[in-house]
C-alpha cells in the first residue's frame, strides 16, 4: 500500500504541476475537487428540479415526457437534462479523484480520519441516486439496469420472491414503481447532502465552492457539451425484447458487466467488504500521533485569532476557568488537532523580541517550542557570511531542507508554515542576523494543512491578524511555495532573491557613501 | 485579470473532460445478451407440499401438550423441494431442485433461470414435482413457440391456474 501510495503521490505532484503551468495555482481543478464537487452537486439539484416539474410517473408516460423533455423543449429541458447527466457523471470523476487524491498526500489517518471515514458512504449513496435516474427514464438502458439490480438485489437471500420478477412482462410493471423511483432519486441525493455537510464539519472555512473563474469554466464546458451532445434516450423498454446491446454510462455503470458474470452473493462481498476497507484505511496502520497544541493560560489574553485560524476547528473559546481577568481562554480539541502549529503563527504573544520573560506563548506545539524556533534561527544565522545572508524557513511537508544550507543560507523548518508568526522575520531583518527571509512550504492553493499559505500570506500583506509591522522592509522578504517537486524553480528563486539583497546592499553602500560625500562637502 | 494563457490552459483542459464525459457517459457498448439468440426465462414462486403429512395427535400427546397448545392436528411446516425440468426440442435445459424459502423451510421456492436458446420453432416441455413423490412429475406443460432473436419468452407457474403459463 506505501508503494502504490508514493507512486500516485508521484503521478499527482508532476500532473498538477503541470496544471499549475496551464491553469494557475488559484485555478487548478486538483486543488478544487471537493469544491467542484459541491459545485457539479448543486448543478444536478437545479436541473433535476426543473426535470421534475415535467416527469412523468405512468409506466409509458415517463419514456414520453423525457422524450418530449429532449426534443420538443430541447432548448431549456433537453439543456437541463444533458446538464443533469454530464454533471453528474463529473461529479463521479471529482469524487473518486478526490479520494484517490487524499489518500495519496496521506491526508486522511488521526484526527483526519473522520472526513475520510465519512466521504466512504457518499459512493454509496452518489451511485445508488445516479443509477436510480437511469432507471426513470425507462429506455432499454433503463431496462437493463432494473433487470441486473434485481437480479443482484435478489442474491441476498432476505426476499422470499425474486424481485426481478417484476421485470418479466410489461403487464407486472405499474405506475407506482416509478412514484417509488421518483421518491429514492429525491431522497437518496437528499440524505447525500446531509451526508456531505457533515463531511466538512471538522474543517474551518471548507471550500464548498469553487473560484469564481473556475465555476464560470466547468459550467461553460458543460452548457457546451450539453449543446453539442445532448444526452439521449435510448429505445423505449419492452420486457418482451431483451436488451441485448446497451449504452452504459460507465461512470455509474462500471459495475453491471461484473454483476452479469459473476454471482450476485460474491459482487456483495466483494462491494461490502471494499467499503469496510475503505473506511478502515485511516487506522491501517494508525498515523503517528504527534503532541497536540497546549495553551498557556498564563500568557493567553482570549483574543481567539488561534480559533479563528485553526483550519481544523480544533480551538473552541470557553469561559475563563483561571480567575483570570479576561474573559475567555482558548481549549483544544485533541481529537481534532493536528498539531499544525498554525494556532502558534497566529498567537500574538510569539514574538521572539521577549527576552524579559520566558518565551511561552499563548499556545504552542509541546514538540516544536516557539522558545526552539528562536533558538534554531539564532543557530541558523550565526555563521553566515555576505551580504545577501539568507534565512529560509520552511515546512516539513516541502523540499528537504537540508541540502539548502550554505555559508550564506541558514534554515529552519517547521510542521507548517502557518506556524510562523510573522515577527519572526521582523526579528531576523531588525536584529540584521540575515538581510533577507525566504518562506518556502507545500504548493500554492494545496497547504498540507490546508490553510497555513494562505493565513501566511494574509499576515504578511498586512491583512491578518498578527500582521506584520510595516517597519519591515518588504523586499527583504521572498517566498516561494515549491512543495515537493520544484525544486529546480525553488533554487532559482532563491538565488534571483539573493542577487536582489546584493543590489539592495550596493545601493545601500552607494547611498551611504554618497551621504558621506555630502557631509564631508558640508564639514568642508 | 487573468493570464490568457490560463484561459487558454482551461479551454484546452475542460475541451478534454468534456470528450471524456461525452464519450464515457454512453459509450462503450456493452453486449449483455448475444444479440442471434433468444431468451427463455423460467421465473415463478411456489409453495409445494408439505414434506409430511398431516396426523392427528393421540390422546396421550394431547394430554402432554399445554391446554393452549392443544390441537387436534399435528402439521410439520417443512415443504419438499420444487423439482423443474424443462425441454426444448427433447434437449434438457435446465432440470433442477429448488429448496422452500425461509428458515423453517415453509415457504415458497423461488426459480428464477435465464436460458438462451437459439431462435425459431421448438417444442417447448416443462415438467414440476412439487411432492413427495420420487418419480414422474405433478404438472406438465409443452406448447410449440416460435421464437426470434432477442426476443423473450416466459415460463410462469400458477398452481390456481392449472400450472404452467406459456407468454
Redesign the interface.
Given at each position: 500500500m506505501i508503494a502504490f501510495k508514493k507512486i500516485l503521490r508521484f503521478v499527482f505532484e508532476h500532473v498538477e504541476d503541470w496544471?499549475d503551468?496551464?491553469?494557475?495555482a488559484k485555478?487548478n481543478?486538483f486543488y478544487q475537487l471537493g469544491a467542484l464537487g459541491w459545485f457539479y452537486y448543486w448543478i444536478v439539484v437545479i436541473s433535476g428540479f426543473y426535470l421534475y416539474i415535467f416527469f412523468d410517473t405512468g409506466v409509458t408516460q415517463a419514456y414520453q415526457s423525457l422524450e418530449y423533455l429532449t426534443h420538443e423543449q430541447w432548448y431549456a429541458g433537453g439543456i437541463m437534462r444533458s446538464l443533469h447527466?454530464?454533471a453528474s457523471?463529473?461529479l463521479v470523476?471529482m469524487m473518486m479523484v478526490h479520494l484517490l487524491r487524499e489518500f495519496a498526500m496521506d491526508r486522511f489517518r488521526s484526527p483526519r480520519w473522520f472526513a475520510w471515514f465519512t466521504g466512504v458512504p457518499m459512493l454509496w449513496l452518489v451511485f445508488t441516486a445516479g443509477i436510480s435516474g437511469y432507471w426513470m427514464v425507462w429506455d432499454q438502458l433503463a431496462q437493463?439496469i432494473a433487470i441486473?439490480t434485481a437480479?443482484f438485489l435478489?442474491a441476498i437471500?432476505l426476499f422470499?420472491?425474486?424481485i426481478?420478477?417484476n421485470f418479466?412482462?410489461d403487464a407486472k410493471l405499474s405506475g407506482r414503481f416509478f412514484t417509488l423511483m421518483v421518491f429514492m432519486h429525491i431522497a437518496l441525493p437528499l440524505f447525500l447532502l446531509f451526508v456531505m455537510w457533515i463531511h466538512i464539519q471538522r474543517h474551518a472555512a471548507p471550500k464548498v465552492n469553487p473560484p469564481k473563474?473556475?465555476a464560470i469554466?466547468?459550467l461553460?464546458?458543460?452548457l457546451?457539451?450539453s449543446f453539442?451532445?445532448p444526452?439521449l434516450s435510448q429505445a423505449p423498454a419492452d420486457?418482451?425484447?431483451?436488451?441485448?446491446?446497451?449504452?452504459?454510462?460507465?461512470?455509474y455503470m462500471p459495475i453491471?458487466?461484473i454483476m452479469?458474470n459473476v454471482s450476485g452473493l460474491t459482487v456483495w462481498i466483494a462491494l461490502i467488504g471494499a467499503t469496510l476497507l475503505l473506511m478502515l484505511v485511516p487506522w491501517m496502520p494508525p498515523g503517528k500521533r504527534v503532541p497536540v497544541a497546549v495553551v498557556h493560560l498564563d500568557n493567553c489574553n482570549g483574543c481567539s485569532r488561534c480559533a479563528a485560524d485553526c483550519p481544523f476547528s480544533a480551538i473552541d473559546m470557553k469561559p475563563r476557568s483561571d480567575g483570570s481577568a479576561y474573559r475567555q481562554e482558548a481549549v483544544v480539541d485533541e481529537s481534532h488537532c493536528v498539531s499544525c502549529g498554525i494556532c502558534v503563527g497566529s498567537c500574538p504573544t510569539a514574538t521572539p523580541f521577549r527576552t524579559r520573560s520566558e518565551l511561552s506563548p499563548g499556545i504552542e506545539l509541546p514538540e516544536d517550542k516557539i522558545k526552539e524556533l528562536r533558538e534554531k534561527t539564532i543557530a541558523a544565522s550565526n555563521d553566515l557570511i555576505g551580504n545577501d545572508r539568507v534565512i529560509i524557513y520552511g515546512c516539513q511537508n516541502s523540499l528537504d531542507p537540508a541540502e539548502m544550507v550554505d555559508a550564506k543560507v541558514g534554515v529552519v523548518t517547521m510542521p507548517c508554515i502557518g506556524m510562523l508568526p510573522p515577527s519572526f522575520i521582523d526579528y531576523v531583518l531588525s536584529k540584521k542576523m540575515a538581510d533577507g527571509v525566504f518562506l518556502t512550504g507545500c504548493r500554492e492553493g494545496d497547504c498540507s494543512y490546508r490553510l497555513g499559505i494562505k493565513w501566511t500570506d494574509a499576515r504578511l500583506a498586512g491583512e491578518r491578524d498578527p500582521r506584520l509591522r510595516k517597519r519591515v522592509n518588504q523586499e527583504r522578504i521572498g517566498k516561494y511555495w515549491a512543495g515537493l517537486t520544484r525544486r529546480k524553480e525553488f533554487f532559482s528563486e532563491l538565488t534571483a532573491f539573493r542577487m536582489r539583497l546584493t543590489k539592495l546592499a550596493t545601493a545601500q553602500t552607494e547611498n551611504r557613501a554618497e551621504s558621506n560625500e555630502s557631509g564631508e562637502k558640508i564639514d568642508a | 485579470m487573468p493570464e490568457p494563457r490560463y484561459i487558454l490552459g482551461q479551454i484546452v483542459a475542460f475541451t478534454l473532460f468534456a470528450i471524456g464525459l461525452a464519450y464515457f457517459s454512453n459509450a462503450p457498448s456493452y453486449t449483455y445478451h448475444d444479440p442471434e439468440m433468444a431468451l427463455i426465462m423460467v421465473s415463478f414462486s411456489h409453495a409445494s407440499e408439505r414434506k409430511e403429512d398431516c396426523r392427528r395427535f393421540t390422546p396421550e400427546e394431547l394430554a402432554a401438550l399445554a391446554a393452549n397448545m392443544r390441537r387436534p392436528m399435528d402439521c410439520k411446516r417443512e415443504r419438499v423441494p420444487v423439482y423443474v425440468e424443462v425441454t426444448l426440442d427433447g434437449e434438457n435445459l435446465l432440470s433442477k431442485s429448488y429448496k422452500p424459502t425461509g428458515l423453517a423451510k415453509d415457504g415458497s421456492a423461488s426459480i428464477y433461470e435465464r436460458i438462451t436458446v437459439k431462435p425459431g420453432q421448438h417444442q417447448l416441455i416443462a415438467k414440476l414435482r412439487d411432492s413427495s413423490r420420487e418419480e414422474g412429475f405433478d404438472y406438465e406443460g409443452d406448447v410449440l413457440i416460435n421464437i426470434k432473436p432477442k426476443e423473450l419468452f416466459v415460463i410462469d407457474f400458477r398452481k390456481d391456474l392449472g400450472g404452467f403459463i406459456f407468454k
Open positions: 496544471f503551468v496551464v491553469f494557475g485555478w481543478p447527466r454530464y457523471d463529473a470523476v437493463y441486473t437480479e435478489d437471500p422470499g420472491e425474486a426481478a420478477r418479466l412482462t473563474e473556475l469554466g466547468t461553460s464546458m458543460l457546451i457539451l453539442v451532445k444526452a420486457l418482451g425484447i431483451v436488451p441485448a446491446t446497451v449504452n452504459l454510462d460507465w461512470f453491471y458487466p452479469n | -
